[in-house]
């Protein structure tokens, strides 16, 4: 059992649990939101500098006289208007990411 199934378990006998045993499972929770909250910020600052990147590339291929969108890009653009995303993620958000999975070191 995961810690996540163990507190979705205890959330469903709150009538039985303690003043303390709630305190316990909503710090728990905090604890758990303020680690998720900073990966989050981790992560948005990594695709910050990556988008920064690319950008300042395609400046310089601009400036360069170089063709900004190539014909990969256009076979791209294709699948994804291909593709019927209404509703849908690309991400199966329900799935656990391991560390590894957000390319932590």
């Known amino acids: 059992m995961t810690q996540q199934d163990s507190n ?14 709630i305190r316990e499972l909503l710090d728990g929770l905090y604890n758990e939101e303020q680690h998720v909250s900073y990966r989050r910020r981790v ?3 990594k695709i910050d500098i990556l988008r920064s990147e690319l950008v300042r590339r395609l400046k310089a291929d601009r400036e360069a006289g ?3 969108i190539t014909g990969a ?3 791209r653009l294709i ?6 995303l ?20």
């Open 8 to 21: 979705d378990e205890a959330l469903l006998d709150l009538g039985n649990k303690s003043d303390n045993e």
């Open 43 to 45: 992560l948005h600052g």
């Open 66 to 68: 170089r063709d900004v």
């Open 73 to 75: 890009d256009v076979d």
């Open 79 to 84: 699948d994804i208007l291909a593709t019927d």
């Open 86 to 105: 209404r509703g849908a993620s690309r991400f199966d958000v329900t799935t656990p990411l391991d560390d590894e999975d957000l390319g932590d070191d």
